[in-house]
């Protein structure tokens, strides 16, 4: 799943991935900001206090028709990439982790996370969402962070 | 257990949760991994079963039925909190970000701390006040099922402030009350003489 270079600016793409390459401002490998897949996952996980990452789920199900497709679209391709790792693809609870929305000029990203009782869950919010930026950086992302679960003591 | 069989927005229900403690078999297990309402579930499920164990020692297939009043509203009430319900803001220093919580998640925390007091279950928990507005009087709303012998007064203040603690480092709410109302006193099975 590739976000265009130059979308038609009415068009705004919906793409599932954890994957920082492919959006916007993160295009080569070897660059300074290229990772791995998976690597802004592991970033959001490294914040202390955080201990989950769950699906964005809930929010694609809301999604209109055609954004829908779009993201089942990629979610296929996606399957099939990872089916080429050896890694399970398609299942709505294998991801995305992560939701990115891209129209060439902006990118939102969405994360759903799981904070520890002894953290305090502002703080920890807020620092997932610097570590975010500071994954995609240069690129300009916003960022939306929900705190799904405050783990029982 | 009997329990509302009422499906969360995951499509599951409580009762598969209920099951899956009781046996470990759920529809789909992964599921339990990534589904943050469904572990909130659990939690309160096994918390209500080590209460039951606890306060109804000597009746615990009687309390564990769900054929009580008072544990079929936990229950009924558990069913309609484990939801995300409202987003919950939280201040950001980037004004492009959008930081939330989930009403769920709060009052997962609610109970939660709740049901560690002793002798003490959480049964109906509600926020009231638009908790979507920062700054906004927020009044908690929580109903309590009380072991008999329990000094009701102490424990009342005591959770009021553990409450009041919790919901300080994990919200951003402005708590204007918390109002906690007994609402079943468990008469719980007297050791013979």
Same mark, same amino acid.
């Given at each position: 799943?590739?976000?265009?270079?130059?979308?038609?600016?009415?068009?705004?793409?919906?793409?599932?991935?954890?994957?920082?390459e492919e959006l916007p401002g993160n295009g080569?490998?070897?660059?300074?900001? =290229?990772? /791995?897949? @998976? &690597?802004?996952?592991?970033?959001?996980? %490294?914040?202390?206090?955080?201990? *989950?990452?769950?699906?964005?789920?809930?929010?694609?199900?809301?999604?209109?028709?055609?954004?829908?497709?779009?993201?089942?679209?990629?979610?296929?391709?996606?399957?099939?990439?990872?089916?080429?790792?050896?890694?399970?693809?398609?299942?709505?609870?294998?991801?995305?982790?992560?939701? =990115?929305? /891209?129209? @060439? &000029?902006?990118?939102?990203?969405?994360? %759903?996370?799981?904070?520890?009782? *002894?953290?305090?869950?502002?703080?920890?919010?807020?620092?997932?969402?610097?570590?975010?930026?500071?994954?995609?950086?240069?690129?300009?992302?916003?960022?939306?962070?929900?705190?799904?679960?405050i783990s029982p003591e | 257990m009997s329990i509302?069989?009422?499906?969360?927005?995951?499509?599951?229900?409580?009762?598969?949760?209920?099951?899956?403690?009781?046996?470990?078999?759920?529809?789909?297990?992964?599921?339990?991994?990534?589904?943050?309402?469904?572990?909130?579930?659990?939690?309160?499920?096994?918390?209500?079963?080590?209460?039951?164990?606890?306060?109804?020692?000597?009746?615990?297939?009687?309390?564990g039925s769900g054929n009580d009043d008072w544990?079929?509203?936990?229950?009924?009430?558990?069913?309609?909190?484990?939801?995300?319900?409202?987003?919950?803001?939280?201040?950001?220093?980037?004004?492009?970000?959008?930081?939330?919580?989930?009403?769920?998640?709060?009052?997962?925390?609610?109970?939660?701390?709740?049901?560690?007091?002793?002798?003490?279950?959480?049964?109906?928990?509600?926020?009231?006040?638009?908790?979507?507005?920062?700054?906004?009087?927020?009044?908690?709303?929580?109903?309590?099922?009380?072991?008999?012998?329990?000094?009701?007064?102490?424990?009342?203040?005591?959770?009021?402030?553990?409450?009041?603690?919790?919901?300080?480092?994990?919200?951003?709410?402005?708590?204007?009350?918390?109002?906690?109302?007994?609402?079943?006193?468990?008469?719980?099975?007297?050791?013979?003489?």
């Amino acid at each position: 799943m590739t976000v265009p270079a130059q979308p038609t600016p009415a068009k705004r793409e919906t793409v599932r991935e954890d994957v920082r390459e492919e959006l916007p401002g993160n295009g080569q490998a070897g660059q300074p900001n =290229a990772e /791995a897949p @998976g &690597s802004l996952r592991a970033a959001v996980l %490294r914040v202390e206090g955080v201990t *989950d990452v769950f699906p964005s789920r809930p929010l694609w199900q809301r999604l209109p028709a055609g954004a829908l497709s779009l993201l089942q679209q990629a979610a296929g391709q996606r399957g099939a990439g990872d089916r080429s790792t050896g890694q399970q693809g398609g299942d709505p609870d294998d991801g995305p982790l992560v939701e =990115a929305r /891209a129209d @060439g &000029s902006a990118t939102d990203v969405t994360v %759903r996370i799981g904070v520890g009782a *002894d953290a305090r869950t502002p703080d920890v919010v807020r620092a997932v969402a610097a570590a975010v930026r500071a994954h995609f950086a240069p690129a300009q992302v916003s960022v939306k962070v929900t705190v799904a679960r405050i783990s029982p003591e | 257990m009997s329990i509302p069989h009422d499906t969360f927005e995951c499509g599951h229900t409580l009762e598969e949760l209920s099951q899956y403690l009781d046996t470990g078999e759920f529809p789909d297990p992964r599921h339990l991994e990534t589904c943050p309402d469904c572990r909130n579930g659990l939690d309160s499920l096994r918390r209500l079963s080590t209460a039951g164990s606890e306060l109804f020692s000597n009746d615990l297939a009687e309390a564990g039925s769900g054929n009580d009043d008072w544990m079929k509203n936990i229950l009924a009430n558990l069913k309609l909190e484990l939801r995300p319900g409202r987003s919950i803001p939280l201040r950001s220093e980037n004004a492009a970000d959008t930081l939330t919580e989930t009403e769920g998640s709060v009052l997962a925390l609610v109970r939660s701390v709740t049901d560690l007091a002793p002798g003490a279950v959480a049964g109906r928990v509600r926020l009231e006040g638009d908790v979507t507005v920062p700054g906004e009087a927020i009044t908690v709303n929580l109903d309590l099922a009380v072991a008999f012998g329990n000094p009701l007064l102490g424990s009342a203040a005591a959770l009021r402030h553990d409450l009041g603690e919790a919901l300080a480092r994990h919200t951003e709410l402005n708590i204007a009350a918390i109002d906690i109302t007994i609402t079943d006193v468990i008469d719980t099975p007297r050791e013979e003489p």
